[in-house]
């Protein structure tokens, strides 16, 4: 039986996304695409603070030193604790087509960051990103670098490719922050949504938010889907696992996608949801700023 998902924060977002757990301020935070705002939501005390970034948003992360690290457009904040902001460096400036997306850092608090070609090509990349402004391309030829996670191991990296109904695997060193070959992980047939965001597991398990699809799978590491998770919304975006010990798994969704007639038939449509997990997730990393992205590119 598929766990029970219960509603963590009822909102109406219209693009909630992004999910990440704090684990120093114990908060959940996300973005709201539509609304251009990063939101912060304490489990403890219920309480949301929603900030307005004054322009593009589609990335949050915490970072080292208290603050956040923000990403829209092509361009990387930092948002240092006392509410001061300081433009980190820009992602793929050249290229008009393109614009951030989703990302994560790894064990070691390399921040990564995938683009989106909005219009339809291949002109996406995934880059990492260093708070001394520096930036480096990883991976290129990508449609819409989506969801992004590591294995407990830090030895294999999962990126979602959403217009290309794909998840690729890629072997990963974590001393140099660097790719290896690109394989097929999971590819997504036509009518069971598009994959969004995932997170990973400590058993090895990749969990898929699949946007217009109203589930979020969860596939063993030989790519075998081994649990499906209805969920009360046509479009859940991304998961993440939050919690004390990692073993509640929140999902946001779309409200802005909703075709206006099913707008009152999904109430929870926005919301945050949450259901709890058999294994616990793997421990996101915390972008460092010492600049520890410095490493080849992928051949």
Known sequence: MPPRV??????RDGLGESPCWDPRRRELLRVDVRAEQVVRWSPDTGHEVRTDVGGPVSLVVPDDGGGLVVAGGSTVTRWRPDGTRAVVCRVDPDTAATT???????????????????DGGARATLS???????????????????????????????????????????????????????????EFAEGTGL????????????????????AVHRYDPDGS????????VTHPTSPAFGGDGLDV???????????????????????????????????????????????????
């Open 6 to 11: 219960d509603v963590a924060v009822r909102s």
């Open 249 to 299: 798994l929140f999902v946001t969704t779309s409200s802005a996608h909703l075709d206006p007639g099913r707008a009152a038939a999904e109430p929870l449509a926005g919301s945050v949801l949450a259901f709890p997990a058999e294994v616990p997730g793997v421990p996101v990393g915390v972008c460092s700023g010492e600049g520890p992205g410095a490493g080849p590119p992928r051949p």
């Open 128 to 186: 990492v990103v260093d708070l001394d402004g520096s930036v480096r391309v990883a991976e290129s030829g990508l449609s819409a670098a989506n969801g992004l996670a590591w294995d407990a191991a830090w030895s294999v990296a999962y990126l979602v490719d959403t217009p290309r109904r794909v998840v690729w695997r890629y072997a990963y060193d974590l001393d140099a922050g660097a790719l290896g070959a690109r394989e097929p992980f999971v």
């Open 100 to 118: 951030t997306n989703d990302g994560g850092c790894d064990g070691r608090g390399r921040l990564w960051i995938g683009t989106w070609d909005r």
């Open 195 to 214: 994959p969004d965001g995932l997170a990973t597991d400590r058993a090895g398990g990749v969990w898929v938010a699949l946007f217009g699809g109203g």
């Open 225 to 232: 889907l081994t649990q499906v998770v209805p969920v009360p």
